[in-house]
């Protein structure tokens, strides 16, 4: 079956970059969805959709966190990769990388990564 | 944005009672693009819902969701231990997709 694995720095200085890759495994990531999407959840709060990507690289992000994302797919590596530049401790969360149902765009997620998660401090 | 309002913030219920959490919409979702998961500590997110009352994949019968528009309901017919949870619904009909901001569940 489908799993996902997030990777990354668990620790990154404030007005760093932040950089996560998601590794597809037990499928392709060019068949076994259209889409992938991004989702974090600070400590103790609730849950942010970060952004989605199609898997020929179109991107598709959330207007608040706009200007400081950008997603990538390598299909060759089976991965995709979120980078969050600017950083402050407001982006301490667990990241979160995930499938849509369907694969398609208008979609809830119904396959998760375990988390990472990712600390924002000097 | 669409805001999601979720209540009540906890339940705390008995083993066999039933558990109705709610989730408001700050506008209609669009066709129903209204799902909901269930969040056990220091685990990911788990589908239970999608289309607003369309059980995932291994979804227990006793979970059921319904509503349209701006009023959405998870009904848990009687609860089981494992239940205890936190519960988030979320649109995904109009970008960006967000979440409400959860209703905890604790079985007594």
């Known amino acids: 079956q489908l799993v996902l694995q997030e990777s990354g720095p668990g620790l990154v200085k404030p007005s760093e970059a932040l950089s996560l890759t998601c590794s597809v495994s037990?499928?392709?990531?060019?068949?076994?969805?259209?889409?992938w999407g991004w989702i974090r959840q600070p400590p103790e709060k609730g849950l942010e959709w970060i952004g989605n990507i199609y898997y020929s690289g179109s991107t598709y992000y959330n207007p608040s966190l706009k200007s400081r994302v950008t997603m990538s797919v390598d299909t060759s590596k089976s991965q995709f990769s979120l980078i969050l530049t600017s950083v402050t401790a407001a982006d301490t969360a667990v990241y979160y990388c995930a499938r849509p149902l369907r694969g398609t765009y208008y979609d809830a997620f119904d396959i998760w990564g375990q988390g990472t998660m990712v600390t924002v401090s000097s | 944005e669409i805001v999601l309002t979720q209540s009540p913030g906890t339940l705390s219920l008995s083993p066999g009672e039933s558990a109705t959490l709610s989730c408001r919409a700050s506008q209609s979702v669009s066709s129903s693009y209204l799902a909901w998961y269930q969040q056990r500590p220091g685990q990911a997110p788990r589908l239970l819902i999608f289309g607003a009352s369309s059980r995932a994949t291994g979804t227990p019968d006793r979970f059921s969701g319904s509503g349209s528009g701006t009023d959405f309901t998870l009904t848990i017919a009687s609860l089981e231990p494992e239940d205890s949870a936190v519960y988030y619904c979320q649109q995904y009909g109009g970008s960006p997709f967000t979440f409400g901001g959860g209703t905890k569940v604790e079985i007594k």
């Open positions: 037990g499928g392709s990531i060019s068949t076994s969805s259209g889409y």
